[in-house]
């Protein structure tokens, strides 16, 4: 595993998700004149109006996780580390080496003004979801993928706003179809947050089905059909 970011090949995408990032940050965190936001906000409509105009009517692929990525490119569009997804604050994160050879992430995180909670403090969903990604790319890198079962936060202090926050994540053991990880947030070396988290591994096929079924749903977006086929291609092996 390597500490280095790996290119997803969504360069652009990650251009365009950090512009937006600086405009939510500024919008929702400081006092913007109401003229100034009148005429931004009529940019940002034939902007996104453009953009909805040139879109391919398909779900845009995704990289499937696979433990020998760099932990950075395990999700390039995912809401919590994800540098082509404008929600994602996003956190850097990468691979050590950890006890008995296993590998185990570590992160650095600021979170700005749109993920506040109470006044100066990271909102405690926004500290959930932090650690459901987290724990879960700990599982992959370990070779023990798998869905959320429970996820159990213990919110030590509050974590602050606008400060480098350092992140721990590792795979702790498994028992048949169940991973076992843990997680642990710190501000100046003082932990702020812990989570322990139980993911279960799918059945061959099953992450196929949940697919294709859901891109049957009207309402979901196609799904590409090489997606498909390399979810099927993982779940033969």
Known sequence: MSDETVDSGDEPLEQVAAAIRRITSVAVGKPIAHGTLSDAAGQLRQIAEALEATAEDKKRPR???????????????????????????????WSVEGENGVPELRGRVTFDYQYEGPPTCVHGGVIAELFDEMLGAANIIANRAGMTGTLTVRYRRPTP?????????????????????????????????????????????????????NARDASAPVIDPEFIELISQTSRE
């Open 161 to 213: 706003l606008l400060s480098p926050l350092d992140l721990v994540a590792r795979f702790t053991g498994s028992e048949r179809r169940k991973s076992f990880a843990w997680g642990g947030i710190y501000h100046e070396g003082e932990l702020t947050a812990e989570a322990e988290g139980i993911f279960i591994s799918m059945e061959p096929g099953r992450m196929l089905d949940i697919v294709t079924n």
């Open 63 to 93: 990289r499937q996780p696979d433990a020998s990525f760099d932990a950075r490119g395990l999700f390039p569009t995912s809401p919590i580390i994800g540098v082509a997804n404008p929600i994602a604050p996003p956190a850097d994160v």
